[in-house]
């Protein structure tokens, strides 16, 4: 598989590059953003591209893919719902618009969250703009469109959030994560179930659109 994906600097997109990396069923890997994604690999290509809203300039690198992650995502803290908007549906469709006239056989990935408003009218702003974020891409004529939407998510080997705040937090709750997994084991993934699920769901697809933490870990066990 030539598999495209966006966010490979963050922490969900290190777990994920990571299981392209290792999957030997993956050919090749590109991964898009305004920097590096800090790792080398044979398989790996870096495109560096600073105006994520405009894929003009690197059409030739985005044919032939059978899979794109989508990793990419902001904190809605301190937005207001225009800039958020922006940053997730705008930036979202810009990307997926491009791909779908390129790759239509191409299976999309996109990470959402717990709690994303489909009917796009609740009251909790970010929701509503991931609900018409989720919403627009499933009209797009792509082979397949999966939407997951993780909860709390475990870290694992060695990969840390770009966020200060969430590394701190997650230091913090490490020593209770046993207690955790076991408590809200329905709630939690980690960034190697979510990896493996997108591989899963490149591969053979998923039972539905909209994956919920406790379908995206048995997703990565099949």
């Given at each position: 598989?030539?598999?495209?994906?966006?966010?490979a600097?963050?922490?969900?997109g290190?777990?994920?590059?990571?299981?392209c990396?290792?999957?030997?069923?993956?050919?090749?890997?590109?991964?898009?953003?305004?920097?590096g994604?800090?790792?080398r690999h044979?398989?790996?290509?870096?495109?560096?591209?600073?105006n994520?809203f405009d894929?003009?300039?690197i059409?030739?690198?985005?044919?032939?893919?059978d899979?794109?992650?989508?990793?990419?995502?902001?904190s809605?803290?301190?937005?207001?719902?225009?800039?958020y908007s922006r940053?997730?549906f705008?930036?979202?469709l810009a990307a997926a618009?491009?791909?779908?006239r390129?790759?239509p056989?191409?299976t999309?990935?996109y990470?959402?969250?717990?709690g994303?408003?489909?009917?796009?009218i609740?009251r909790?702003?970010?929701?509503?703009?991931?609900?018409?974020t989720e919403?627009?891409?499933?009209?797009?004529?792509f082979?397949?469109v999966?939407?997951?939407r993780p909860?709390a998510?475990?870290?694992?080997?060695?990969?840390r959030?770009?966020?200060a705040s969430y590394?701190?937090?997650?230091?913090?709750?490490?020593?209770?994560?046993?207690?955790?997994?076991?408590?809200?084991?329905?709630?939690?993934v980690?960034?190697e179930?979510?990896?493996l699920?997108m591989l899963?769901?490149?591969?053979?697809?998923?039972?539905?659109?909209?994956l919920?933490?406790?379908?995206?870990?048995?997703?990565?066990?099949?």
């Amino acid at each position: 598989m030539n598999i495209l994906l966006f966010g490979a600097s963050g922490m969900v997109g290190q777990g994920v590059l990571r299981e392209c990396l290792l999957a030997p069923d993956v050919e090749r890997v590109i991964a898009v953003g305004r920097s590096g994604s800090g790792q080398r690999h044979s398989k790996l290509r870096d495109v560096v591209l600073q105006n994520l809203f405009d894929y003009s300039a690197i059409e030739t690198d985005l044919t032939g893919l059978d899979a794109c992650f989508f990793c990419l995502g902001v904190s809605s803290v301190g937005m207001s719902e225009a800039e958020y908007s922006r940053l997730t549906f705008d930036l979202t469709l810009a990307a997926a618009q491009t791909l779908a006239r390129l790759n239509p056989q191409m299976t999309f990935v996109y990470v959402s969250g717990v709690g994303t408003d489909s009917t796009e009218i609740g009251r909790t702003m970010w929701a509503r703009v991931k609900g018409r974020t989720e919403n627009a891409l499933l009209r797009l004529p792509f082979k397949a469109v999966y939407l997951f939407r993780p909860g709390a998510i475990e870290p694992l080997h060695g990969i840390r959030s770009r966020t200060a705040s969430y590394r701190v937090l997650y230091a913090v709750m490490k020593p209770l994560l046993p207690l955790l997994r076991m408590l809200f084991s329905n709630s939690m993934v980690t960034t190697e179930s979510m990896g493996l699920a997108m591989l899963a769901a490149a591969r053979h697809g998923a039972p539905k659109p909209v994956l919920e933490p406790a379908e995206i870990t048995a997703l990565s066990r099949s």
